[in-house]
C-alpha cells in the first residue's frame, strides 16, 4: 500500500493537489481512498454523504471525511468510563455525549488515526489532505513523542510489580498507580504505535505543495531541517497555479518569469529524492472532476512506484580517526540554529525551530561525544568510545 500525504503552505491549494493526486493514481487503475477532514469543500467530491464512510467519487476513487467530532467524544467518553469511580470518589458530573465539544488539535489527529485506519483497508493507494507543512511536520512527530512520554511517566516493566502495589504503597507511604491507569496507557501505546507504523512505512510519502514565488521559497527552505530531522520522505513538489510564460501582458510575464526562478531553484535543491513538477493556473478555482482531470494527468501527480525509504539517521560508521561517526540528515540548515545535547542514552538534536529526541544506537550508548560538524546538508556527530565502558583488548 501508499500512503501519500499532501501538505504544503497555506492557501496553496492543497486540497485540489490531494484531489488530483487521488484521480490520478485511479486512473492508473489503483483503488485509492481520498481522506479529509474539517467542514471545507474537496473539488469534485458531492457534498454530504455520511462522515468517515467512503462514498465513491469515480471509478476506482472513493472519498472519505473524517468525523472528527465523532472521534473526539469517542475518545473523551472511553477515558472518562475507565475513570469514573475516581471520578465518584472527587464526587465529579459526568459528561454526556451530547455535551462534548472538539479541543483544539483534536482534528488533526484523528485524521492520523483515521490514516492507520485505512491502512489495513483494502485499498492500493490512500490520500490524505493534511494541514499546513508546519503543522504537519510536528503533527507527524506527535505519535513517536507521546510515545516516549507514555514510557517515562509509566514504564511497561513497572507493570510487573502491580501485585505488590498494595505493599509498595505502605512502604513508600504514597499511593501506587492503578491498574487502570496502565491500562489505559497500554491502549493509548498500542493506538499510537499503529499511527507511528503508518507514519513511518516506506508506503509513506509527503507531496509538498506551493505557490511558487520567493516567499514559498523561503518557506520551504526554512521547513526543510524538519523534513530531514524526522526522515519525512518527499515524494513530489508541487509548483501550483504556474501562469504561461508566453503571455503578452507584462503583469503576467513578469509573475511567470518570477515563478520560473523558482522552479529552478526547486529543481536544484530536491531531487533526486523528490520530482519537482508544476500544476498550471486554469485561471479560476478548479470546481469538479473535469477541472481535476486536468491537473491529475500532470507527471508530478503520478503515484509513487515501488517502496521509498526513510531518510532518518544512518547508522554509525567508522571515521578515520577512530571515532564512530553518525549522519543524520538537516537540508538547508543553519549551523548557527543547530544544536546538541546529549542525555543519557538520547541524543536532543535542534534545529531552528525543529527539535527530535533521538535514542542512541546501542554502539553509541557505550561512547561520548568527540565533536560534531555541519556540511551539504548533513549533521555528522562524531562519538569516541569511552574506555570504562568498553572492554579491554590485548
Not at 137 to 145: C, H, I, T, Y
Not at 285 to 311: I, N, Y
Amino acid at each position: 500500500m501508499h500512503r501519500v500525504l499532501v501538505t504544503g503552505l497555506g492557501g496553496a491549494g492543497r486540497t485540489t493537489v490531494a484531489a488530483a493526486s487521488a484521480l490520478a493514481a485511479a486512473s492508473a487503475g489503483r483503488r485509492t481512498l481520498l481522506l479529509s477532514a474539517g467542514t471545507h469543500p474537496v473539488p469534485g467530491v458531492p457534498a454530504g454523504g455520511t462522515p468517515g464512510s467512503p462514498t465513491a467519487v469515480a471509478d476506482g476513487l472513493w472519498a472519505a471525511r473524517v468525523d472528527t467530532a465523532a472521534d473526539f467524544r469517542a475518545e473523551f467518553l472511553d477515558l472518562q468510563d475507565r475513570v469514573s469511580a475516581a471520578l465518584d470518589l472527587l464526587g465529579a458530573t459526568p459528561f454526556e455525549d451530547e455535551e462534548l465539544t472538539e479541543l483544539p488539535g483534536s482534528t488533526e489527529f484523528a485524521l492520523l488515526r483515521a490514516l492507520a485506519g485505512a491502512s489495513r483497508g483494502e485499498w492500493d493507494v490512500v490520500v490524505a489532505d493534511m494541514p499546513p507543512l508546519d503543522e504537519t511536520v510536528a503533527l507527524l512527530a506527535l505519535p513517536e513523542r507521546l510515545r516516549r512520554y507514555l514510557r517515562r511517566l509509566l514504564p511497561p516493566e513497572r507493570q510487573a510489580a502491580r501485585a505488590l502495589r498494595p505493599v509498595l504503597a505502605q512502604l513508600a507511604g504514597v499511593p501506587m498507580p492503578a491498574q487502570w491507569l496502565y491500562e489505559t496507557a497500554g491502549r493509548w501505546d498500542t493506538a499510537l504505535a499503529d499511527v507511528q507504523a503508518a507514519v513511518e512505512d516506506p508506503g509513506t510519502r509527503l507531496t509538498v505543495v506551493a505557490e511558487p514565488g520567493p516567499a514559498a521559497a523561503e518557506r520551504l527552505r526554512a521547513a526543510r531541517p524538519g523534513l530531514g530531522l524526522f526522515g519525512h520522505a518527499v515524494h513530489a513538489v508541487v509548483a501550483n497555479r504556474v501562469v504561461p510564460g508566453d503571455s503578452p501582458d507584462p503583469w503576467a510575464a513578469a509573475l511567470a518569469a518570477q515563478q520560473a526562478e523558482c522552479l529552478k531553484e526547486w529543481r536544484g535543491a530536491w531531487p533526486p529524492a523528490a520530482v519537482v513538477g508544476a500544476l498550471p493556473h486554469l485561471g479560476r478555482d478548479p470546481r469538479d472532476l473535469a477541472d481535476l482531470a486536468r491537473l491529475a494527468g500532470e507527471p508530478v501527480l503520478a503515484p509513487p512506484a515501488g517502496a521509498g525509504a526513510r531518510r532518518g539517521p544512518a547508522d554509525p560508521v567508522h571515521g578515520d580517526d577512530g571515532t564512530l561517526v553518525w549522519h543524520l540528515p538537516l537540508p538547508d540548515a543553519v549551523k548557527e540554529e543547530v544544536s546538541l545535547v546529549r542525555r543519557g542514552d538520547e541524543l536532543l538534536v535542534t534545529a531552528g525551530p525543529f527539535r527530535r529526541i533521538l535514542p542512541l544506537p546501542p554502539v553509541l550508548r557505550r561512547c561520548t561525544v568527540a565533536g560534531a560538524g555541519l556540511a551539504d546538508g548533513t549533521l555528522s556527530v562524531r562519538f569516541a568510545p569511552d574506555p570504562g565502558l568498553w572492554p579491554r583488548t590485548r
